[in-house]
Nanobody
């Protein structure tokens, strides 16, 4: 059974940092691109960041560019989202996703985690 499990979410003050992790099991994603999305209350799920198989190419949403960094450790079947300079508007449930046909669209990803809550207080 394929599983993507996010961790690392929590409550943090504005300006603080968190690092999210996404561990995979059941199948290796070493040969697949991966992404992070988020969904705030009352809003649609939106793209946050993307990384290619080798990690050489990354894309970010404009709202997080310069503050968030996506990375991966293929040996551990885990990828990460380092979030710095957090803002209250970053509050959302964060999801990891794998094996996309297109990096940007929610429907393009084949596998999803269950999400982890990130709350940024002002």
């Amino acid at each position: 059974q394929v599983q993507l499990v996010e961790s690392g979410g929590g409550l943090v003050q504005a300006g603080g940092s968190l690092r999210l992790s996404c561990a995979t099991s059941g199948v290796t994603f070493r040969h697949n691109s991966m992404g992070w999305f988020r969904q705030a209350p009352g809003k649609e799920r939106e793209f946050v960041a993307y990384i290619t198989v080798g990690g050489g190419i990354t894309y970010y949403a404009d709202s997080v560019k310069g503050r968030f960094t996506i990375s991966r450790d293929n040996a551990k079947n885990t990828w990460y989202l380092q979030m710095n300079s957090l803002k209250p508007e970053d509050t959302a449930i964060y999801y990891c996703a794998a094996k996309p046909k297109n990096y940007y669209y929610v429907d393009a990803y084949e596998y999803w985690g269950q999400g982890t809550q990130v709350t940024v207080s002002s």
